[in-house]
């Protein structure tokens, strides 16, 4: 009998190294902006289950001038993202004429307790998280759910005495990602996904997300 998966997610990573970048003092501006409000968070009231995120993050309001302006082309970051991005984008089957920007969507801080709820990154193609400053000893995993919904939880949760659901992709209902400090990774941009209040500690876990469109060569999202 031949099984084929389908609805596979594809997830890309890749290592950022660190000498090509101001690591140091980029986390020292944001951990500065972190000093100031903790609770940085002008993006949700809620989300689709009415648990607005306790987080700090700079998304819609970058413009807040209590707060460092973080340009990550000043901290080389842009630059080095854009290598990876590059990389990427070659490993997609395209067709035709194509044209792809990408650009920075936040930075996101969470210690203790702090968490940020389920969301996705549409409309973009693609979205990223470079884990710049993080843990897997201590710091919350970048949590996936499953594309299909909580059929999967159905089969592998509530009838657990007739499914082994250990290697079975699709009866997981979502997927904690644990990655190396340094590393870079692209999914889906419809893919919900979430940082739960799982810090062990007060020392911060911070990340870096940026958007990917790709669209027809005349055709711009990011300029």
């Known amino acids: 009998m ?6 596979a997610t594809p997830i890309w ?9 101001q690591k140091d003092k980029l986390i020292k501006d944001i951990l500065s902006n972190y000093k100031k409000d903790k609770y940085r968070n002008k993006w949700d009231s809620f989300d689709q289950n ?15 001038t209590n ?3 973080i340009d990550y082309k000043k901290y080389g970051l842009q630059k080095a993202i854009d290598k990876k991005i590059k990389k990427f984008i070659k490993t997609l089957p395209l067709k035709g004429d194509i044209n792809y920007e990408w650009g920075f ?13 389920s969301h996705h990154h549409l409309p973009a193609d693609f979205t990223s998280v470079f884990f710049i400053k993080y843990d897997k000893k201590i710091h919350a995993p ?3 759910n499953a594309p299909y919904g909580d059929i999967g939880l ?12 250990a290697n079975l992709d699709y009866l997981k209902g979502h997927e904690d990602i644990y990655p190396e400090e340094g590393e870079y ?39």
């Open 50 to 64: 009415g648990t607005p995120s306790i987080t700090h993050l700079s998304y819609r309001d970058d413009c807040n």
């Open 185 to 223: 990774v692209i999914f889906p941009a419809h893919i919900l996904h979430s940082v739960k209040a799982l810090n062990k500690t007060n020392e911060p876990r911070i990340t870096i997300s940026a958007n990917i469109k790709i669209d027809s060569v005349n055709k711009t999202h990011y300029k």
């Open 154 to 165: 159905y089969i592998g949760m509530i009838r657990p005495a007739l499914f082994n659901n």
């Open 2 to 7: 031949a099984i084929k998966k389908l609805f």
């Open 13 to 21: 990573s890749e290592k950022i190294n660190f000498k090509e970048i």
């Open 105 to 117: 969507s936040t930075y996101h801080v969470t210690t203790k307790n702090q968490f940020m709820s």
């Open 67 to 69: 707060f460092i302006n």
């Open 142 to 144: 970048l949590t996936l």
